[in-house]
């Protein structure tokens, strides 16, 4: 099954709202990612959580990280119509060779 | 800047016919590169990752093969395709432990 999986599949909120999405994977890590990806484009990076952090803010964004719960969420705060897109968690695995493992996503969509 | 290409964007290719999808990094030396494949609305798998020039690693058996003739060109083939095969391919590539880059990726649809 996969190392990160993400919750929920889909979200659909009316603009200015927040946005709330969550990971949990199952083995430790060094390190949890956040990617954006628009339709039938490629992924871009958001945001990296290291295993020793709890928060993390960019932006509008803000990541927090549970280990003792192997979880994460990634919030977006005041959200656009631009933020409609689908979000990944990816995790580099301690013994993953520097490979990450990325969940099934986040179907985010946004009403204007 | 770094800038990561990826080609074709689109192919359809018929059963049993060969493929070779191509992906070069530019404004880095030894990056680690990757190549992973997504189905319609679902996540990325990890297919290859390569270390350095020669180096592949495969994460899933399959009908698949990677290679790395250059430091920076990392090739994904097949000798026959099938109809699993279908999918989008997106190639990546990082320094190390950190984000990736991705490509624009590439469409692929056997018939």
């Known amino acids: 099954s996969q190392q990160g999986e993400e919750d929920p599949q889909a979200l659909s909120i009316q603009e200015g709202e927040n946005a709330t999405m969550n990971c949990s994977y199952k083995?430790?890590?060094?390190?949890l990612q956040w990617y954006r990806q628009n339709s039938g484009r490629g992924l871009v990076h958001l945001i990296l959580?290291?295993?020793?952090?709890r928060e993390k803010h960019s932006g509008r964004l803000r990541v927090t990280l549970d280990t003792s719960k192997k979880s994460s969420s990634l919030l977006i705060t005041a959200s656009r119509a631009a933020d409609t897109a689908s979000y990944f968690c990816?995790?580099?695995?301690?013994?993953?060779?520097?490979?990450?493992?990325f969940g099934q996503g986040t179907r985010l969509t946004i009403n204007p | 800047s770094q800038t990561i290409h990826q080609w074709p964007a689109t192919l359809v290719q018929p059963v049993g016919s060969p493929l070779s999808l191509e992906c070069t990094v530019e404004?880095?030396?030894?990056?680690?590169l990757y190549w992973y494949r997504q189905a319609a609305g679902r996540g990325l798998q990890l297919l290859f990752y390569?270390?350095?020039?020669?180096?592949i690693s495969s994460e899933v058996p399959q009908n698949l093969s990677a290679s790395r003739p250059q430091d920076r060109q990392f090739i994904l083939s097949s000798k026959k395709l099938l109809l699993s095969d279908s999918g989008f391919y997106l190639c990546?590539?990082?320094?190390?432990?950190?984000?990736?880059?991705f490509g624009e990726g590439s469409r692929l649809t056997v018939l």
């Open positions: 990546a590539w990082t320094r190390g432990s950190g984000e990736l880059f």
């Open positions: 083995t430790s890590i060094n390190n």
């Open positions: 959580i290291r295993s020793n952090e």
């Open positions: 990816a995790t580099e695995l301690i013994q993953g060779a520097q490979k990450l493992v």
């Open positions: 404004g880095t030396s030894n990056p680690n």
């Open positions: 390569s270390v350095g020039i020669g180096q």
